[in-house]
């Protein structure tokens, strides 16, 4: 019988990995991740795990005064090791908080 308090816990998605860090960088009011994987299957840099496309949507108040590369630049960093190992492609919409989407 094993102690489910030593079993570990599964590796999180992708998509999780994505939530977690952006949420711990940036304090998000919103936050969306896609994975649009399955619209890439067979392109290339699909690595088959249908986890290397993701588009996400983050509203943050860090992004105020922030240019559309420097917001760029902020989600890159807060998911560069991702970015290195495991996403192939990434599209980000940022803004601040009672900015438009667009």
């Avoid at 970015?83 to 601040?96: K, M, P, Q, T, V």
Wanted: charged residues 20%; aromatic residues 2%.
């Amino acid at each position: 019988m094993t102690d489910a308090s030593t079993t570990p816990a599964p590796a999180p998605t992708v998509a999780e990995a994505i939530a977690e860090r952006l949420t711990a960088a940036l304090s998000p009011t919103h936050l969306e991740v896609v994975n649009d994987s399955a619209r890439h299957r067979g392109h290339m840099g699909d690595d088959g795990t249908g986890e290397s496309h993701f588009h996400v949507t983050v509203e943050s108040a860090a992004f105020a005064g922030q240019s559309r590369v420097a917001r760029q630049r902020m989600v890159n960093h807060a998911l560069a090791d991702l970015l290195a190992e495991r996403i192939h492609a990434l599209a980000i919409s940022a803004r601040a908080p009672g900015e438009a989407a667009r």
